[in-house]
Structures are given as structure tokens and as C-alpha cells.
């Protein structure tokens, strides 16, 4: 009688414990957020990522009734801000708003301190910003079959810049080269700015870039627009082919900045976040300020985003291992 007397004493206490244990986090995501919120922008201050991040960040403030600090913290590629979230304790105040680039990062370097899978909880996909290849005008070429032709006449003379190493650009050359089974060289530069510097001058012949950076450059006549990069057109320049239209099984993922949080971020604060920051930039201020910068502002579920993230990663998986390419 005793034994059994221990025995459901014992279950008793370990079931206490466990709703103990849960309690804070219950509590804190009822509470949430009860202090100001971190938004870490893994880049410099003034770029395309910052630019997007602020007047969220104030939209932010302004429904939580918490205010939402960005925090520039860029390096290293958007690893060193992106350790810092994966680092934080996962209490729903650090966050960090990065780009796809997070997912392709480690197929090129051993040095990322962390796994941009596993050591992050997904919140939101917040826009997406569709690619184009273009040349300049002095390519003859008028297509993307025409292009491709160019190549196989003269192999090792096709250069293409793009934005940086690891970039979904660079991937998108990757798999061209793939599939047309051609050769063409990657000119990695340090941002947008000097990449459209040198293709503008003619220095190098062909550039694959965001839409918003090309079609003003193209209807300017500087620029000649061949194909875009995802599966399917872009809607601003429906007339423009998609690149897999010529070549069969070619698409790339769209670049799209989402949120994160560190890994197991309660199930409460991952939902409440989506929905502020869903709500925040489908604001019509806010909104029409961002498809001004070239965004194309969407906002899905976590569990979308989690499935994406991954889909997209294996592509990358698979273009990286097909271009032989090794982390360094």
C-alpha cells in the first residue's frame, strides 16, 4: 500500500513539474510582447533590406503599442546578424528580417556558425522580388535562344555579373550554364550599385538582377531584358518570357525576405508576429511604399513558410552540386 502510495505521489509531482515548466511560457506568450522587440537587418544601413525594414518596423510599433528597434548588423555575408537571432533566447524580443541568401550561404562557406534550418524558427515570408537577366545593347542578341547560340559561337567569352557570390543570381547562372550546356563566367561584385555600374559602361555583357534594378535602365534603352528567372512571368512586364520557356526545367526561387526567430520560438509568439507583421505590411502606407522600392509584398502562414524554405534549399542543393561547387 505504501509502494502504490509513492508510486502516485511520485506521478502527481512529475505532472506538477511539467506544467510548472510550461508556465513561463504559457504566461510570457499571453503577455507578449511586454517590452521592445529586436529587428536585426543582417545588412548596412541604407540598402534595400534596411530601407524595407523600417517603415515595417514602425507599423510594427504602432499595433503592438511596443517599439520594434531595427538593429544594423551586417558582415560575413548575413551570417554575423543572423548568429545573433540564432544565439538569442528564443523569448520572441530578437528577431531578424533576412533574405534567401540565409538558406544559400552554407552550399559555398564552412565557416557559418550555425544551421539556417534547424536553429530558427520561421515567422513570415514578408515579399518577394522576381530577377531578370538583361545584356547590353551592344549583345546581338535579341532573345534568350539567341543568347544561348551566342555562347555556344563563343565559348569563354560570356560574362554575367551579379550581386555576390552565393546570391540567387549566381545560382541562376549556375543552372543556365547547366542546362543550355554552355559556358558562361560569373563576375561576383559587392552589391547592385557597382554590378549596374559596369554593366551600364558595357564592362561586362550581361547581368542577372532584380527586376525593379533593370526595368528602368531597360526602358531608359540601356538595358535589354531576355528572361525571368522563376518559374513563371512577372506581372509588371507580362510580355517578357520566362527563362524556362526556352529552356526546359530552368527556375530559381524568387528572392523573398522573411522573419525569423531563434529556434523554438512558442507556438503563440511565432503566431502573433505573423499576424502583426501581416497585418503591418498589407498597411496601405506602408504597402505602397514598398512595392515603390521594387517589393512585391506578400505574407504567408509559418508552416508555408517552413515547407518553402525547405523546397527552395534543395533546389539550391541540387545547382550546387550539379556546378561541382564545395563549401570553402
Not at 14 to 23: E, G, N, Q, R
Not at 26 to 53: E, H, K, T
Not at 234 to 257: C, K, M, N, Q, S
Amino acid at each position: 500500500m505504501k509502494l502504490q502510495t509513492s508510486k502516485s505521489y511520485l506521478i502527481k509531482l512529475i505532472a506538477s513539474l511539467a506544467v510548472l515548466a510550461l508556465a513561463p511560457v504559457s504566461v510570457g506568450a499571453q503577455n507578449y510582447p511586454n517590452r521592445p522587440i529586436r529587428l536585426v537587418v543582417p545588412y548596412a544601413p541604407g540598402g534595400a533590406v534596411d530601407a524595407f525594414a523600417r517603415p515595417m518596423a514602425q507599423k510594427l510599433s504602432d499595433q503592438l503599442g511596443q517599439s520594434v528597434i531595427v538593429e544594423n548588423r551586417p558582415g560575413g555575408n548575413a551570417t554575423i546578424g543572423a548568429d545573433a537571432i540564432a544565439k538569442a533566447p528564443p523569448d520572441g524580443y530578437s528577431i531578424v528580417l533576412t533574405s534567401i541568401n540565409h538558406y544559400i550561404v552554407p552550399f559555398f562557406s564552412k565557416n557559418v556558425p550555425y544551421d539556417p534550418v534547424k536553429d530558427f524558427s520561421p515567422v513570415i515570408i514578408v515579399c518577394n522580388a522576381p530577377n531578370i537577366l538583361a545584356v547590353h545593347p551592344s549583345m546581338p542578341v535579341q532573345s534568350m535562344q539567341e543568347l544561348i547560340d551566342y555562347a555556344k559561337r563563343n565559348p569563354d567569352k560570356l560574362f554575367y555579373g551579379t550581386t555576390g557570390v552565393g546570391s540567387t543570381h549566381h545560382l541562376a547562372g549556375l543552372l543556365l550554364a547547366q542546362l543550355a550546356n554552355i559556358d558562361i563566367e560569373h563576375v561576383p561584385y559587392k552589391g547592385g550599385n557597382p554590378t549596374m555600374t559596369d554593366v551600364l559602361a558595357g564592362a561586362i555583357p550581361m547581368v542577372i538582377i532584380t527586376a525593379s534594378t533593370v526595368m528602368p535602365h531597360a526602358r531608359a534603352g540601356k538595358l535589354r531584358p531576355l528572361g525571368v528567372i522563376e518559374r513563371q512571368r512577372y506581372l509588371a512586364v507580362a510580355d517578357l518570357p520566362a527563362i524556362g520557356e526556352t529552356v526546359p526545367g530552368f527556375a530559381v526561387p524568387d528572392t523573398w525576405l522573411g522573419v525569423l526567430g531563434p529556434a523554438n520560438l512558442a507556438a503563440p509568439m511565432v503566431t502573433r508576429l505573423n499576424e502583426e507583421i501581416r497585418k503591418a505590411i498589407n498597411a496601405p502606407d506602408v504597402k505602397a511604399r514598398l512595392e515603390g522600392l521594387g517589393f512585391v509584398v506578400t505574407g504567408n502562414t509559418p508552416a508555408q513558410f517552413d515547407s518553402q524554405l525547405r523546397t527552395d534549399t534543395e533546389v539550391f542543393r541540387k545547382i550546387v552540386a550539379g556546378a561541382g561547387i564545395r563549401p570553402e
